[in-house]
């Protein structure tokens, strides 16, 4: 893909990313995203086929995001506590940058077999690298230890998601708090001969 091309593909895609966000994928029109991309609507088609094409390419480059810097915020944490920590940053902070954009989430296309299956899919590569993390740890029961932290961060997502006067610091408070709540319980179930977590 040339530059001139790339920039315009980039340029649609954040185009789409902003519409849906804020108004979502029924109330988003093509020629909507072509006019906030400043190019013709023929053009859109060019790229992307179809509505639906198009918010499939833009949930895709956000989570691939999510998951790549997610690697790499992990790649400069050493133990397991500032590994867990960055986690739930991560997790929170996602949504506290897309508080305005929230109908990404909730107005997107309904039973759609690809975006379900690629969601599927996003969720089940965002849990093998919480696993990685606490089997690197020390941790037994990795995966329901991975399944039970993603969902304690989903819930305070929530407060995100439905609370305008959110803040910036909710988010780090709230990050901290569910880091050190996991890791506390972790520890409590943690074999003092084997340095890992018990195995019920």
Do not use: W
């Amino acid at each position: 893909m040339s530059s001139v091309s790339n920039d315009k593909h980039t340029a649609i895609l954040d185009a789409a990313y902003t519409l849906f966000g804020s108004g979502g994928f029924y109330e988003t029109k093509m020629s909507d995203v072509a006019e906030q991309a400043g190019i013709a609507k023929g053009t859109v088609y060019l790229y992307f086929k179809s509505k639906e094409e198009l918010f499939m390419a833009v949930t895709r480059r956000d989570c691939e995001g999510f998951l790549e810097q997610l690697e790499n915020k992990l790649k400069a944490q050493i133990d397991l506590t500032g590994k867990l920590s960055v986690i739930a940053d991560h997790h929170l902070f996602y949504y506290y940058e897309r508080k305005q954009h929230t109908k990404l989430f909730f107005r997107a296309p309904n039973n759609n077999p690809e975006l379900v299956a690629y969601m599927a899919l996003f969720m089940e590569q965002y849990m093998q690298a919480v696993v990685k993390v606490l089997v690197e740890g020390g941790a037994s029961e990795s995966e329901l230890m991975a399944q039970s932290y993603i969902g304690m961060l989903d819930r305070l997502k929530m407060d995100i998601l439905f609370h305008p006067s959110f803040t910036e610091e909710d988010a780090h408070k709230r990050a901290r708090f569910a880091a050190r709540l996991f890791i506390r319980g972790a520890m409590d179930n943690l074999d003092p001969v084997e340095g890992s977590v018990a195995k019920e």
